[in-house]
């Protein structure tokens, strides 16, 4: 049973258009995160929730909007997709809240979006 | 602010060779420093950690030592195999920032 599992694994998208990513964990964690890493494999923290609350939310165009509904499940929306958000987004858990210093995440396998 | 720094790869060695992946950080504090390992098409997993200055993180036979003193986090192995392949992050708790990734190849 997958700890951490995102969907879609792929997504191909025309420019402009409105995808969601879904992301759920089943370990019980309070915080949750979204990443995005790019084709040099650099890996950007965009997001974080703590239990439903937002508590990091980095220079990310306001076109990404994170959405939690619990705290096991944490969705990323994207409006007007544009060529540059083309990229891998990882969503993450962990137990402690991101800021404490000695948190352990748990990533998701990825999911690779192609903005075309 | 807050930063990780590891030296760039791609990294090639032979198998049974000894392995270095360099890492400094900058911080504020004494956060906890972590290596994730990220193998092809799937998400990065915690390789090895240490919580303070002077712990030795170890795991699958990687090491690693928290140095204060000269602000460096080296992950090292003494003899690698093909299945090491993989890309190796650097990274830095509290805020969570990860150095930029570091590939590493293991030919037979």
């Known amino acids: 049973d997958t700890a951490v599992s995102q969907t879609p694994k792929y997504l191909v998208t025309q420019m402009g258009n409105d995808k969601s990513i879904k992301c759920e964990q089943n370990?019980?964690?309070?915080?949750m995160y979204w990443y995005k890493q790019d084709s040099k494999k650099f890996l950007k923290i965009m997001f974080s929730?703590?239990?439903?609350?937002?508590?990091i939310n980095e220079t990310v165009p306001n076109r990404f909007s994170p959405k939690s509904p619990d705290k096991a499940h944490l969705n990323l929306h994207i409006n007007s997709l544009e060529l540059g958000d083309s990229a891998v987004y990882f969503c993450?858990?962990?137990?402690?809240?991101?800021?404490?210093?000695?948190?352990?995440?748990?990533f998701g396998s990825g999911t690779q979006l192609s903005v075309l | 602010g807050n930063s990780v720094t590891q030296m760039e790869g791609p990294v090639t060695l032979s198998e049974e060779a000894f392995l270095t992946i360099n890492c400094t950080y900058t911080?504020?504090?004494?956060?906890?420093l972590f290596w994730y390992v990220q193998y092809p098409g799937e998400g990065l997993q915690l390789l090895l950690k240490?919580?303070?200055?002077?712990d030795k993180g170890s795991n699958k036979g990687f090491e690693a030592t928290y140095r204060k003193e000269t602000t460096s986090f080296h992950l090292e192995k003494g003899s690698v195999q093909v299945s090491d392949s993989a890309v190796y992050f650097c990274?830095?708790?509290?805020?969570?920032?990860f150095g930029q990734g570091t590939e590493l190849s293991v030919k037979p």
């Open positions: 370990l019980g964690h309070d915080t």
């Open positions: 240490a919580t303070k200055a002077d």
């Open positions: 990274a830095l708790g509290g805020k969570l920032i």
């Open positions: 929730y703590n239990n439903k609350e937002l508590i």
């Open positions: 993450a858990s962990s137990q402690v809240q991101g800021g404490k210093g000695n948190e352990k995440l748990f």
């Open positions: 911080a504020t504090g004494y956060p906890s």
